[in-house]
T-cell receptor
Framework: SQTIHQWPATLVQPVGSPLSLECTVE??????LYWYRQAAGRGLQLLFY??????ISSEVPQNLSASRPQDRQFILSSKKLLLSDSGFYLC??????????????FGDGTRLSIL | GEDVEQSLFLSVREGDSSVINCTYT??????LYWYKQEPGAGLQLLTY?????DMKQDQRLTVLLNKKDKHLSLRIADTQTGDSAIYFC????????????FGSGTRLSIRP
């Protein structure tokens, strides 16, 4: 069966420090991968998605970036964190059949607090 | 553009039925989804319905779909304290990247 892992579960970082959040998927190949941010337990904001290695689409301009160095690995990064980057970050995967309509499956999230 | 709307809060008494409503704009989806998010956790796919169905029942859960009005609802029978969570309605539309439009979530609270 497929599983998705995100780490770390919680992170406290000072303003201006770098960030690296990692997400890996097991039990499937060539998944679509997604990074979301959720503020204050509310709605989801899609940040990045990827349909293949090295293919990253950005949904929202910001000081975050994403990379997909391997088929089942998705990394969210920042060179310099802002206070506004605080939130709950969720990684998700879906099957890669074209035409959409594939459900997304989520990791347990990373709670990021910026001091 | 594509949009999914839900009310933000719902409070029900333990043992009563909960009904969470959702409206969507993109009617090209083959499926529509309901996700559940418990405190501090990721989203869990709760149930889904084919767009050519009017109703789907799965134990205590009943999903109703009105395609004409683009209205989706989730009914939870005999609501328990473990049902306390945020429930998201989701419309995948038609996207080669399986992007999904999520509602803003309905926070379900259970009163004793």
């Amino acid at each position: 069966s497929q599983t998705i892992h995100q780490w770390p579960a919680t992170l406290v970082q000072p303003v201006g420090s770098p960030l690296s959040l990692e997400c890996t998927v097991e039990g499937t190949s060539n998944p679509n991968l997604y990074w979301y941010r959720q503020a204050a337990g509310r709605g989801l904001q899609l940040l990045f998605y990827s349909v293949g290695i090295g293919q990253i689409s950005s949904e929202v301009p910001q000081n975050l970036s994403a990379s997909r160095p391997q088929d089942r690995q998705f990394i969210l990064s920042s060179k310099k964190l802002l206070l506004s980057d605080s939130g709950f970050y969720l990684c998700a995967w879906s099957g890669s059949l074209t035409g959409g309509n594939q459900p997304q499956h989520f990791g347990d999230g990373t709670r990021l607090s910026i001091l | 553009g594509e949009d999914v709307e839900q009310s933000l809060f719902l409070s029900v008494r333990e043992g009563d039925s909960s009904v969470i409503n959702c409206t969507y704009t993109d009617s090209s989806s083959t499926y529509l989804y309901w996700y559940k998010q418990e405190p501090g956790a990721g989203l869990q796919l709760l149930t889904y319905i084919f767009s050519n169905m009017d109703m789907k029942q799965d134990q205590r859960l009943t999903v109703l779909l009105n395609k004409k009005d683009k209205h989706l609802s989730l009914r939870i029978a005999d609501t328990q304290t473990g049902d306390s969570a945020i429930y998201f309605c989701a419309d995948p539309g038609y996207s080669s990247a399986s992007k999904i439009i999520f509602g803003s979530g309905t926070r379900l609270s259970i009163r004793p």
